[in-house]
């Protein structure tokens, strides 16, 4: 009996453990793939080889030549930037569901990409370096975190967050901050507002390999953290009164979500832009795939979501060809239908 017991208990966890393993031969796949795809294409195995050739030192082939610097300079940055962006919204958006117990929170909807939208237009219509080169993560961070703050205080009901409130307050919280971001924009420098439409649309046209350290960090952090707190997530996820009960500290550990998710988002939207419905769309994909316990959840939607917005970026980069549409734009057109079908027939 204990034998069979074991056998069940294998297969059930390689079962679970499957929809993690195909996502990450997915990112693998989708890396090379959108890599090569571009005005000027490259073939999957000629993109490989190039990859190859610059981190283990083989050759690339003789026919790479302007091949390997579209490959390595250019476009790979910028889908690895892509992945960590999309990872970055997933987690975040995953993590903001938990704490609120609210499956349609999102980073966008509760103004956290507006928060930090705003700090990123200050810092660079207004500030400027004050700060030094961390002037534009600081600020992005501080706007976030500020627009965090004041959505939990508008969302709050006898000191408890209520669900619908939340929501409610992220989206009016959401247009006061972009309403200012626009302020700012008309009452700053014309001769830099092309330069900050980039923060309000969103892109990933500033990825270069020395750009990528900070996000990574970032996004390799956060996750650690989050899924640290997996077993609080899973209470928050069933309402205050049975995380409690379970001996969780409601108070802080939410206090603890809402800084490590604005973090992440600050730093996304200091390299990219505001780009919206990642963190909406990803959770609620992955939780068909792997189940609601976010030990499993959180890593299945970093992955669904680098993903994700790989594959967006690409369509922005080849729709208007040899133009570029702003990813933000896309996403935002993806999200607002998700979002639409969620309210139609979501429970």
Not at 13 to 40: D, E, F, M, Q, W
Not at 136 to 151: E, H, N
Request: glycine share 12%.
């Amino acid at each position: 009996m204990d034998t069979m017991q074991a056998i069940s208990v294998a297969r059930a966890t390689r079962k679970s453990h499957l929809p993690i393993v195909t996502l990450v031969l997915l990112l693998a796949v989708s890396i090379v793939i959108a890599t090569g795809v571009g005005p000027a294409y490259v073939a999957p195995d000629m993109t490989a080889r190039i990859v190859f050739a610059h981190l283990f030192g083989g050759p690339a082939g003789a026919a790479a030549g302007p091949q390997d610097s579209i490959v390595w300079l250019i476009r790979l940055p910028r889908v690895l930037l892509g992945a960590l962006v999309g990872a970055s919204l997933a987690v975040a958006g995953t993590a903001l569901q938990a704490a609120t117990a609210n499956r349609l929170a999102d980073p966008h909807l509760l103004g956290v990409s507006s928060g930090a939208s705003v700090g990123a237009v200050a810092a660079t219509l207004w500030i400027g370096a004050a700060f030094g080169p961390l002037t534009l993560p600081v600020l992005a961070f501080a706007g976030a975190l500020a627009a965090t703050s004041l959505v939990v205080v508008l969302g709050a009901r006898g000191g408890r967050l209520d669900s619908q409130r939340l929501l409610l307050s992220g989206i009016a919280v959401s247009f006061v901050m972009m309403a200012c971001a626009n302020l700012m924009l008309y009452l700053g420098d014309q001769r830099a507002a092309a330069s900050v439409l980039f923060w309000m649309l969103g892109g990933l046209g500033l990825a270069q390999w020395g750009v990528l350290g900070v996000p990574a960090c970032f996004a390799a952090g956060g996750l650690l953290l989050l899924i640290g707190w997996r077993r609080e997530l899973n209470a928050l996820m069933s309402g205050d009164i049975v995380a409690t009960t379970l001996g969780v500290d409601v108070a802080r550990t939410r206090r603890q979500v809402f800084a490590v998710s604005s973090l992440l988002t600050a730093a996304m939207v200091a390299v990219s832009g505001a780009i919206g419905f990642v963190g909406l769309v990803a959770p609620h994909v992955c939780r068909r795939l792997v189940g609601a316990d976010h030990a499993r959840l959180l890593p299945a939607s970093a992955l669904f979501g680098a993903i994700l917005l790989i594959w967006a970026d690409v369509a922005a980069r080849m729709l208007v060809a040899p133009d570029e549409l702003p990813i933000g734009v896309l996403t935002a057109l993806l999200g607002g239908a998700f979002f639409a079908l969620l309210v139609r027939h979501g429970r």
